[in-house]
T-cell receptor, first 113, second 115 residues
Framework: AQSVTQLGSHVSVSEGALVLLRCNYS??????LFWYVQYPNQGLQLLLK??????LVKGINGFEAEFKKSETSFHLTKPSAHMSDAAEYFCAVSDGGAQKLVFGQGTRLTINP | GAVVSQHPSWVICKSGTSVKIECRSL??????MFWYRQFPKQSLMLMATSNEGSKATYEQGVEKDKFLINHASLTLSTLTVTSAHPEDSSFYIC???????????FGPGTRLTVL
């Protein structure tokens, strides 16, 4: 069985500061890992994905994530937060392709002016 | 590309009635579609996996007779909540795979409120 743990249900940073959203996974097979963003009352938008290629993955809107097998982590980062980054972020894992995604509990990111 | 739409975006219905939600892949053919349910301030829970032309596969604990899923074409899947009750009120989100791609593309969601 696979699972995802997102550390911190709520993260607050100042505009221009570093954003770090933590995600740890559990998987018995090489995982596919995803980060999605959800704005209020909307569906999910793919930020980036790891599919066993490069361990440092760059996504949209300046976000990137690094796959660390030894730490079973896939933390999401952005060097400089923007007000428009305020949203809910979900980390997800699958055992291959995009079948049966298992989502973490989500992290709400707040940006302070 | 890879746009998924849902209709309606929100619906209010009376207890005991049935509600149909449509999920369409607008610019690609989706061999597999997924239906999720999301409670306020919570994560997404997979309800069922829908493959075109075959019966949906429901997750444990999801009543297949209550949540009817039809995937009649490569661009359309429907979720019908039958005999809806207030506890069925939730945000329902669909997603679709584009061929053999390893990414799910999500619809904007449908908020169902059962009075």
């Amino acid at each position: 069985a696979q699972s995802v743990t997102q550390l911190g249900s709520h993260v607050s940073v100042s505009e221009g500061a570093l954003v770090l959203l933590r995600c740890n996974y559990s998987s018995s097979v090489p995982p596919y890992l995803f980060w999605y963003v959800q704005y209020p009352n909307q569906g999910l938008q793919l930020l980036l994905k790891y599919t066993s290629a490069a361990t440092l993955v760059k996504g949209i809107n300046g976000f990137e994530a690094e796959f660390k097998k030894s730490e079973t982590s896939f933390h999401l980062t952005k060097p400089s937060a923007h007000m428009s980054d305020a949203a809910e972020y979900f980390c997800a894992v699958s055992d291959g392709g995009a079948q049966k995604l298992v989502f973490g509990q989500g992290t709400r990111l707040t940006i302070n002016p | 590309g890879a746009v998924v739409s849902q209709h309606p975006s929100w619906v209010i219905c009376k207890s005991g009635t049935s509600v149909k939600i449509e999920c369409r892949s607008l610019d690609f053919q989706a061999t597999t579609m997924f239906w999720y349910r999301q409670f306020p301030k919570q994560s997404l829970m997979l309800m069922a996996t829908s493959n075109e032309g075959s019966k949906a596969t429901y997750e444990q604990g999801v009543e297949k007779d209550k949540f009817l899923i039809n995937h009649a074409s490569l661009t359309l899947s429907t979720l019908t909540v039958t005999s809806a009750h207030p506890e069925d009120s939730s945000f329902y989100i669909c997603s679709a795979n584009r061929g053999t791609t390893d990414t799910q593309y999500f619809g904007p969601g449908t908020r169902l409120t059962v009075l």
